[in-house]
């Protein structure tokens, strides 16, 4: 079992950036596909990144080009860079592990951490 943190949330203006870290303990995350997902006040939760084993990248549409995730096994840690921020983008961010591969939904993701909020103001 793998327990995840995230960190880095906070409030930045349109167009600002943020790195958001989501840092592993229990077992290494070099195990597992890492996903970041967000959930916008009275919207579902939806995808917005993810870093395969292998360090295979996949992106929403929505933030495709402007935000990066990456993986520092050596730190058990995943990052998410995010750059050129608007204020669509607010919301609670949350990383997820799993071990199904390249998968866009919830269900394919065993462990959640309890999330960082993102406001970005206009």
């Known amino acids: 079992q793998v327990q995840l943190v995230e960190s880095g949330g906070g409030l930045v203006q349109t167009g600002g950036s943020l790195r958001l870290s989501c840092a592993a303990s229990?077992?290494?995350?070099?195990?597992?596909?890492v996903g970041w997902f967000r959930q916008a006040p009275g919207k579902g939760r939806e995808f917005v990144a993810l870093i395969t084993k292998s360090s295979s990248t996949y992106y929403a549409d929505s933030v495709k080009g402007r935000f990066t995730i990456s993986r520092d096994n050596a730190k058990n840690t995943v990052y998410l860079q995010m750059n050129s921020l608007k204020p669509e983008d607010t919301a609670v961010y949350y990383c997820a592990a799993g071990t199904r591969g390249v998968v866009y939904s919830m269900a394919g993701y065993d462990y959640w951490g309890q999330g960082t909020q993102v406001t970005v103001s206009s």
């Open positions: 229990g077992r290494t995350i070099d195990a597992y596909g």
